[in-house]
């Protein structure tokens, strides 16, 4: 079986958005070069660091390495012109071992309304959850472009942290309408830029732009076995973490640069290895929560996020 080389990069994002942003993957599962109007895809994963939109929180936050991913992606295509499309997915990502955000309270901190205990901060009430987002979303697609809205229920996360522990709300919930459109001018280039309103819990916005270069490595664009994913990407905030804690900031949050080298196994190219590498730079929203943390709390060693990572992972990815 022989697809172009858009398609094989549209699919192979697929893996990679989803070890990286459930949160911002629009790629559709059914650009199929024979119609198929129902199609899915499983993902299972595993990265070497938690990360919400860019940003990575620190060994001290996380209490250790490692965060495991699934998700299940479906697609219906309305018409064989594929003009409208259906896509929904439900993602389930998890840090491997403890995963506390500030520690268990125990004695108030100035200026911050919240207390802290590291010896316990095992049996925490200040969790990073696990996070757990469900997709649903309607794609218009031409020739060289396309756009696409939708709604994400999203529970845990830091999201969920900042809105049940330092936010002052009952649930660790949230809820946000996105729009995203995406050009690709050629075949070895697409950008695209997602924008989305939070409520619920938390009002306020969330904008991401992503940029990618796109090459076979080994095989020819009709029939590619591996190939080469370049992509750089940052994300901003309006409105949407509140002055009163110091979770973080408004503004820049992280900017990164991102290859991923998708293995198309079979002939079918239905089963796809996509090992990837990251290096994740900490916006000025991030560096303020550092700056008010290292002052109200325990010191250096305990900034909620990382100025400089290098995420890693590897997703396999079964289309159907």
């Not at 012109?81 to 439900?90: N, P, Q, V």
């Not at 994740?280 to 550092?290: K, P, T």
Request: with cysteine.
């Amino acid at each position: 079986m022989k697809k172009s080389l858009i398609t094989m990069m549209a699919a192979a994002m697929m893996s990679t958005a989803f070890a990286g942003e459930a949160t911002t993957d629009t790629y559709q599962v059914t650009q199929q070069p024979d119609f198929k109007r129902l199609s899915g895809a499983v993902h299972i994963g595993a990265g070497t660091a938690y990360t919400c939109h860019g940003y990575v929180p620190t060994r001290a936050v996380v209490q250790g390495e490692g965060m495991g991913m699934a998700a299940v992606q479906l697609g219906y295509d309305f018409g064989k012109e594929s003009f409208w499309s259906y896509t929904g997915a439900i993602s389930y990502k998890a840090p491997f071992s403890g995963h506390t955000l500030y520690g268990n309270p125990s004695k108030q901190i100035p200026g911050l309304g919240v207390t802290f205990d590291m010896k316990t901060a095992k049996d925490s009430t200040l969790n990073i959850e696990n996070e757990f987002i469900f997709r649903n979303g309607l794609k218009y697609t031409r020739n060289m472009w396309n756009t696409g809205f939708g709604y994400d229920f999203i529970h845990g996360g830091i999201p969920g942290v900042v809105a049940k522990h330092f936010d002052g709300e009952r649930q660790s919930r949230m809820q946000q309408v996105w729009w995203n459109t995406e050009i690709t001018p050629v075949a070895w280039f697409s950008a695209d830029m997602n924008v989305a309103r939070t409520f619920d819990t938390i009002d306020g916005w969330w904008f991401e732009w992503h940029a990618r270069f796109k090459a076979p490595i080994i095989g020819s664009p009709e029939d590619i076995t591996v190939a080469g994913i370049l992509e750089f990407g940052l994300s901003a905030t309006s409105q949407f973490y509140s002055p009163k804690h110091n979770a973080c900031d408004n503004g820049l949050q992280a900017y990164w640069v991102k290859l991923s080298t998708p293995w198309f196994v079979n002939e079918e190219k239905s089963f796809i290895l996509t090992p990837s590498v990251s290096f994740n730079w900490l916006g000025r929203g991030g560096r303020q929560a550092n700056t008010q943390s290292e002052a109200k709390a325990f010191g250096p060693q305990y900034t909620p996020f990382r100025d400089f990572a290098v995420v890693g992972d590897l997703t396999a990815t079964y289309k159907f």
